[in-house]
């Protein structure tokens, strides 16, 4: 019998790179990557465009009614060579990584039966293995068993100005200090909410990149899955 493929987890604070070092993971590795944020973020733009969010306020009632009229996939573009988030066939990707989403998905992504959907949906995609999964609970409580489970942070300043240097590069209008307060704010949100908070898994291993760049960050992950006879 072929021994199943791995299951690695990637979980950690926002804004520290996660998603680009589990996409170059997963291609490196030939596995599946999914990005968890993106389907908080699907049910976000679901809810703001059937009028569920009004003036910042979640009709949670009406939400938890039409859940199941939300379905959620994802397809690799070749062209562009990413995954793009489809919600009720139709692809939602670029409206779903907008400021309006971001301001509302913590908020989202804090309800329990929210996080009951897609934690079921994280697990049907993820069970046959050969797959990189990336989000806040996925070591902790979408795959507890995992074969590698990290845990990336970077410290709050550094993350704040990869931020700022990214917005700025838009040409975009920043302040420093605005931005390491959002950073920090997220933090506290995700890691205080009552639901599935983020925390370290016991057997998480923690990689802290604030001074590692896309390489070294690979190159030692690939080094810790070859002393577990992971690869
Ligand atoms: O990783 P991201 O910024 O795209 O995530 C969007 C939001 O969803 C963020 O507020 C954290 C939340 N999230 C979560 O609660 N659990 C996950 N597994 C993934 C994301």
Known sequence: MQKKKSIIAIDGHSSCGKS????????????????TGAMYRAVTFFAMENG?????????AALAERLNEINISFKFQPE????????????VESEIR??????????????????????????SMGKTGGIVMDGRDIGTVVFPEADLKLFMTAQ?????????????????????EAILQNVKQRDHLDSTRAESPLVKA?????????????????????????QRHLL
């Open 20 to 35: 680009t070092v589990a996409k170059d993971l997963a291609k490196e590795l030939g596995f599946v990557y999914i990005d």
């Open 52 to 60: 569920l969010i009004k003036e910042g306020r979640i009709d949670e």
């Open 80 to 91: 562009q060579k990413k995954n793009e988030t489809f919600l009720n066939g139709k692809s």
């Open 98 to 123: 907008g400021l309006e989403v971001s301001s509302h998905v913590s908020a989202v992504s804090a309800i329990g039966f929210v996080r009951k959907k897609l934690v079921e949906l994280q697990q």
């Open 156 to 176: 709050p300043e550094i993350r704040a100005q990869r931020r700022f240097d990214e917005l700025r590069a838009k040409g975009e209008e920043v302040n420093f």
């Open 202 to 226: 016991q057997d998480a291993l923690v990689l802290d990149n604030s001074y590692l760049n896309k390489e070294e960050q690979l190159e030692w992950i690939i080094n810790v899955l070859k």
